[in-house]
């Protein structure tokens, strides 16, 4: 992710065949080695340090429900994330 200047890797899941049907959700894993062009450089901390992580995890929630709700918009659903 630009951001970090770390790769990110994305799972999108459906949901299972006995379970709640509205069990759409995504795994989103992170590097934590930031990406230069010839190799890999030191560790990023942002993500996990105690005063940093939590408020990058909430922005990068709210990045993801922001992207997601207007993908749902573009394609006239109804459904929205939170």
Do not use: C, W
């Amino acid at each position: 992710m630009e951001r970090y200047h770390v790769a990110v890797s994305v799972a999108i899941h459906a949901p299972s065949r006995n379970g709640d049907d509205r069990n759409h959700h995504a795994h989103i894993l992170f590097r934590n080695r930031e990406i230069l062009p010839d190799a890999l450089e030191k560790k990023t901390r942002v993500l996990d340090d105690r005063k940093t992580g939590p408020q990058e995890v909430i922005k990068l929630r709210e990045l993801a429900a922001d992207i997601i709700n207007k993908s749902l918009a573009a394609v006239n659903s109804d459904r929205r994330t939170g």
